[in-house]
């Protein structure tokens, strides 16, 4: 099918809105360029996750520009910013706020809220995982709820409203790891490797001299909305919506549907949003690539940043060296080759 035909199910400003996007996309991963070397894919992943109205979860050593990409990302916007140093001390009120008490004029007092860090449009809760249960579930509910809860009132969180949480792979003492429930809550997991050599020399060039340069702005918040919406009415064909069920439902390995090679190395497949993320991730991806309808492409492009945090695998896979993203990919290849 030409871009011509898949443009005929869509109305003619979603046709121009699409071709907009694709500029505002090329836009931004200029302007990051200039401050972020290399990291293209993570960059593609971040801003999918942002148009799906999604939340990600980085994964990587310290030390690889994480905070700094994130940062920038909410400059070229011209979005708030946040950032979040989750520790074992940090209670849920340090996240969301707390209730001060204020001197009124005549010698009255009341409390006054005042909000907290998490009340911006892209927040950076880093290492999240050193948290305790109770201050992580507070993330996680303006995570999922877009809203927080305060002394029994409630108070609704600005959009956009993206929230990017990372994990240290290398420390794991005195951490309290995301259960699986709460890991389903993030969109995409995000691995942030080392660079190239020559993207690492360009990084000493570029970071041992003058100040980094301010990124102009591409966004604003409403556009952002708007682009949100926009990536909702992107069409998916029949076949990929049951190619991308088809591809969560083989990750289980109590049914009947999982090849017989996957049963022993996983223990737990991935549930229903999986399915959702990767058509909601698949739909964005096409959108910024200009195109007017999800292919088989897109969803195999999203598929191991929804999938490698949702299929957890058993010692047997860990005892062989077998991750969850060499099971996907093979999942993918599989299901690619059968449709």
């Not at 996680?140 to 240290?168: C, I, K, S, W």
């Not at 998916?236 to 990750?251: G, N, Q, S």
Request: glycine residues 6%.
């Amino acid at each position: 099918m030409t871009n011509s035909e898949m443009s005929s199910t869509l109305a003619k400003d979603d046709v121009q809105a699409i071709d907009q996007l694709r500029e505002v996309y090329t836009r931004l991963t200029k302007e990051l360029g200039k401050i972020i070397v290399g990291q293209e894919q993570v960059i593609e992943q971040l801003i999918i996750c942002l148009f799906a109205r999604g939340h990600a979860l980085l994964m990587g050593v310290p030390g690889l520009a994480k905070t700094l990409l994130i940062s920038r990302l909410a400059e070229t916007m011209s979005l708030s910013f946040s950032r979040i140093q989750f520790t074992p001390d940090l209670m849920p009120m340090d996240i969301t706020g707390t209730d001060i008490l204020q001197e009124l004029p005549g010698g009255k007092r009341a409390f006054e809220f005042a909000r907290g860090p998490v009340f911006a449009n892209i927040v950076l809760a880093d290492e999240i995982n050193r948290a305790p249960a109770k201050t992580q579930a507070a993330m996680l509910e303006a995570m999922q709820e877009h809203r927080v809860t305060v002394a029994g009132r409630t108070y609704n969180l600005d959009a956009p409203f993206f929230v990017l949480a990372t994990q240290n792979p290398i420390e794991q003492e005195g951490t309290y790891p995301l259960p699986e429930a709460q890991l389903d809550r993030f969109m995409f997991m995000i691995g942030v490797d080392y660079p190239s050599r020559a993207e690492e020399i360009a990084i000493a060039r570029s970071t041992t001299g003058m100040s980094l340069p301010k990124l102009d702005h591409v966004l604003h918040g409403e556009e952002v909305i708007a682009f949100q919406d926009l990536v909702r009415r992107v069409p998916v064909p029949d076949h990929l919506y049951e190619f991308a069920v088809d591809l969560a439902r083989k990750t289980r390995p109590g049914s009947n549907e999982s090849p017989a090679w996957l049963k022993p190395l996983v223990s737990w497949g991935a549930g229903p949003r999986a399915a959702q993320c990767l058509i909601l991730g698949a739909k964005t991806r096409a959108a910024l690539q200009g195109s007017y309808a999800v292919r088989m492409e897109d969803i195999a492009a999203v598929a191991d940043p929804v999938l490698r945090h949702r299929v957890m695998t058993t010692f047997t896979a860990e005892s062989e060296g077998v991750t969850s993203r060499e099971l996907t990919k093979r999942l993918v290849e599989e299901l690619s080759k059968a449709a």
